[in-house]
């Protein structure tokens, strides 16, 4: 049975810092795309980060870009989702999904993935 366990949100200020995690378990897939998508009340989910475990080439939103990184420990079959310089539009409840295959050009298309976590809550305060 696959899960996903997200961790690590919280509430801070404008500038701060987050690290998420995500810790999957039940399946051996060795190349897949993990990746994590937000969505804030009101607004679609959107695809933040993701991470091809085939590659090892990281993908992320435009928005994020400079001051998120995702990164995987492989022993662990965990995925972390390091967020600095947080502003208040990143506030949302994130999510971290699993596909078996690689991320490619569709990554952030969630109808595409097969599992997700229950999310943890990101807010951060102006």
């Known amino acids: 049975q696959v899960q996903l366990v997200e961790s690590g949100g919280g509430s801070v200020q404008s500038g701060g810092s987050l690290r998420l995690s995500c810790a999957a378990s039940g399946y051996t897939y060795s190349s897949n795309c993990m990746a994590w998508f937000r969505q804030a009340p009101g607004k679609e989910r959107e695809g933040v980060a993701a991470f091809s475990t085939g590659s090892g080439r990281p993908y992320y939103a435009d928005s994020v870009k400079g001051g998120f990184t995702i990164s995987r420990d492989n022993a662990k079959n965990t995925v972390y989702l390091q967020m600095n310089s947080l502003k208040p539009e990143d506030s949302a409840m994130y999510y971290c999904?699993?596909?078996?295959?690689?991320?490619?050009?569709?990554?952030?298309?969630?109808?595409?993935?097969?599992?997700w976590g229950q999310g943890t809550q990101v807010t951060v305060s102006s």
């Open positions: 999904a699993v596909r078996w295959y690689g991320c490619g050009g569709s990554w952030d298309k969630f109808i595409e993935y097969n599992y």
